[in-house]
């Protein structure tokens, strides 16, 4: 596992995490040159994803808790904003503070069983509070049910729509990957971060030098939640629409796949994983519709084979663990 | 709310909770011995329905695309075992969640290119198509009554299998401590590759008894899969026992709780804010309930593996 984030010395990571966002910063430039306007929409969607798979790493990686419902934060965080301008409240003041607060809570109510258990049981209990959440949303009869809510708009900063513009909207998107990249780290880096570690290799030798994981676990849960949440409130942003789609256990997997494609424990390997499955989404599906047919084999080859994921194939050549 | 209503809703829930238990059964077996989650279970479910539309297709009846389908799934699952699990068995769950999320993806869409997008449907066999008088006022198709039968009929073959034969007892040995019986000289990988043979052919079956009486289209196992999964986290995981109570448990609540949540929300709500709230209620009903077993008992009702 890679975890060298401590030092004050740049570190390859910190010119890596320099080269990813320059990347992401230029981007829209560049794509004015070039006069394609795609690109830059669908590297919306990747920044958004890869907040989300920034969360999820934050504890499937660095805590080994393989979270199977963490789409449902996604879908909490949009609907939070949907159904709030559905009742005609646009404010970024409003809605950013419900987003966290609901998706804070759900985390904390649904984590707190959660977390009792281990292993498997962490795995199928956190999918079935992501289908519950799911259920419940397709049946929200008011808010669109299955078919989802469209929104007629963007979030408001005090009675201005600055998100209205394609690249303000980008570049907000941007800063919110940067920060929650940048707490992220720091909270790997700090002790609370390695609490969480030690309770990955060992939960006993934690618990004989006297600290109980569960309280440091259900922490970070409330807060890998509540980053999820701002991915979902952007989501609906970017497509102007909320859906039950947002939070299906098939979207849990892809953010596990992400995650787990960028290399499991790296925070910035979950950006990279994110635009890596999204990309090749995109590519796939220009070769057939039935990308999935393509997709699928290629996972289960990278799981029986590529460990490390492409950060570990890129980094260390292949480490075996 | 009339009892006629509430018999009906509750066969209903007899019969979903059947089903569930043949899908949790082989899910609970083959994580029980192998320590391995498979996602893919429920994919298994809807290949079994659409091998059944394919093999009814051939045969022109009913048993021979029972009995075809059935051999298909078991080959198709056997396999899988060949190609992926084998070697899963020895990964960590992560390992395991990504290579079956993988082949969830592949078969579901796969079933698309073959089969096309659109629904398909098994007839009824004519033997148990029409419906008899259970009580005065309540009609209820005699095919309903076979699946809960048969569904109860292997519950009992998977009981004597389980407790009386020598296959049986390693299986619960295996549940209890796998690495013990390949030291004991057990061939372990034969083992597996029979428990998991079993399984996918129970949740085949499954699938070929639902299909003429909901519809078979891609997907149609991923409901059916996180239900079971509550099933098997309810009942104890490696708990065939548990499984099956549990199945039932939550086959009748789901039904029950869909059927009359909202007229009970009525009682206490305005009409329209009861036919609001109702339906969101009945679909949180059993993860609630999960959540309930859960913190009282960790480790489910019934669990198989001790420490």
């Known amino acids: 596992m890679t975890g060298s984030t401590s030092s004050h010395r740049p570190s390859r990571t910190d010119l890596a995490a320099v080269v990813v966002f320059a990347a992401f910063a230029l981007l829209p430039a560049a794509a004015a040159a070039m006069g394609d306007t795609f690109i830059v929409f669908f590297t919306i969607r990747v920044m958004v994803f890869a907040i989300a798979a920034v969360s999820l790493s934050l504890i499937l990686g660095q805590g080994a808790m393989v979270s199977f419902g963490h789409a449902a934060y996604l879908g909490l965080g949009a609907y939070a904003v949907g159904i709030l301008a559905e009742h005609g409240i646009w404010d970024v003041t409003v809605s950013l503070p419900v987003v966290l607060l609901t998706c804070g809570l759900f985390a904390a109510i649904t984590g707190a069983i959660s977390l009792k258990t281990r292993g498997v049981y962490f795995i199928m209990i956190t999918l079935a509070f992501g289908q519950m959440a799911y259920y419940t949303a397709t049946s929200l009869s008011a808010y669109g049910g299955d078919d989802g809510l469209t929104m007629w708009g963007r979030t408001e900063v005090f009675g201005f729509a600055p998100l209205g513009d394609r690249t303000t909207f980008y570049y907000v998107v941007l800063a919110c990957l940067l920060g929650v990249y940048l707490l992220a780290r720091m909270i790997v880096a700090s002790r609370f971060g390695r609490v969480l570690k030690g309770a990955k290799q060992s939960e006993m030798r934690l618990r004989a030098v006297g600290i109980d994981p569960y309280p440091y676990r259900l922490a970070a849960y409330v807060i890998a939640g509540m980053m999820a949440g701002l991915a979902g409130a952007l989501l609906a942003n970017a497509a102007e629409f909320v859906s039950p789609a947002y939070m299906s256990w098939h979207r849990s997997g892809e953010l596990i796949v992400m995650v787990v494609l960028g290399g499991l424990g790296s925070l910035l390997g979950a950006i990279v994983g994110a635009a890596s499955f999204l990309v090749l989404e995109e590519l796939l599906s220009h070769i057939t519709e039935h990308w999935r047919l393509l997709f699928g084999p290629f996972l289960i080859l990278v799981v029986l084979f590529g460990r490390g994921g492409i950060t570990g194939l890129l980094g260390k050549g292949g480490r075996n663990d | ?307």
């Open chain 2, 1 to 307: 709310m009339s009892a006629t209503l509430l018999a009906v809703q509750t066969l209903n829930g007899l019969q979903l909770g059947i089903l569930l238990f043949l899908i949790a059964a082989g899910l609970t077996l083959v994580f029980g011995v192998m320590d391995c989650i498979n996602l893919a279970h429920g994919v298994q479910y809807m290949l079994g329905a659409y091998l059944a539309v394919a093999a009814y297709a051939l045969t022109g009846s009913f048993w021979g695309a029972l009995v075809l389908a059935l051999i298909g799934a078991l080959g198709l699952g056997l396999l899988l075992e060949l190609l992926v699990f084998r070697h899963l068995y020895d990964r960590d769950h992560l390992d395991q969640v990504l290579a079956t999320f993988g082949v969830i993806m592949f078969l579901n869409e796969g079933v698309k290119v073959v089969w096309g997008a659109a629904p398909l449907s098994l007839p009824m066999p004519d033997l148990l198509s029409g419906s008899i008088v259970l009580m005065d006022g309540l009609l209820y198709p005699v095919y309903r009554i076979a699946l809960i039968g048969a569904g109860l009929g292997v519950a009992l073959l998977l009981y004597v299998l389980v407790s009386r034969t020598r296959a049986g007892m390693l299986v619960r040995a295996g549940a209890t401590n796998p690495a013990m019986v390949g030291a004991l000289g057990v061939n372990i990988r034969r083992l597996f590759m029979l428990v998991f043979g079993f399984g996918t052919m129970l949740a085949g079956f499954a699938g070929i008894l639902a299909a003429p009486i909901l519809v078979v289209e891609p997907g149609m196992g991923d409901n059916l899969l996180i239900l079971a999964f509550v099933v098997i986290v309810i009942g104890g995981i490696g708990s065939i026992r548990g499984a099956f109570l549990a199945a039932l448990i939550v086959g009748l609540v789901d039904t029950l709780g869909r059927g009359f949540a909202t007229d009970i929300a009525k009682m206490v709500l305005s009409p329209s804010a009861a036919n609001d709230v109702g339906p969101a209620i009945a679909s949180m009903l059993i993860y609630v309930l999960m959540a309930g077993v859960l913190f009282f008992r960790p480790t489910g009702l019934f669990p198989a593996r001790s420490g």
